[in-house]
């Protein structure tokens, strides 16, 4: 019985200390990406899109953004790193917005790359990259 009583006690324990590295993990990579999308919409807007990112496609965007790692980003690499990135993205003149999906973390993001900070983390699974892109985009 006592013996019981302690399992459920420690099985208790290591699910609330579990929570948090969750979060904070979420947090890291919201953080990452949005850092890493400011930084990157300034690079390509002065160098290889020559001020115009009107043309810039989900593949490049996966490339540059790969390129631009610098290497304290280790949430980001772990989502790029799950094999074929889920990535929705559009290119306006001077700016982009883009969606990407944690498959393993059953979580998508969306962020305006000019602005600091993501504007959108969701879990949900019954919308498409697609349809969060475009509901991000006219929410703008």
Do not use: H
């Not at 953004?65 to 889920?86: C, F, I, Q, S």
């Amino acid at each position: 019985m006592k013996i019981a009583i302690l399992f459920l006690i420690a099985l208790f324990l290591s699910s609330c200390t579990a929570l948090p590295l969750k979060e904070d993990s979420k947090k890291a990579f919201r953080e990452e990406f949005t850092t890493i999308n400011k930084r990157l919409a300034g690079k390509l807007w002065k160098g290889k899109y020559e001020r115009n990112l009107s043309t810039l496609t989900s593949d490049d965007y996966l490339i540059q953004l790969r390129a631009e790692l610098l290497g304290g980003e280790e949430t980001l690499k772990l989502v790029l790193d799950e094999g074929n990135p889920r990535v929705a993205l559009k290119g306006v003149n001077r700016d982009f917005y883009v969606c990407l999906r944690s498959v393993k973390a059953d979580v998508y993001s969306c962020d305006q790359a000019i602005p600091y900070g993501v504007e959108i983390q969701s879990v949900s699974q019954q919308k498409s990259l697609s349809e969060a892109l475009l509901e991000f985009v006219d929410s703008k």
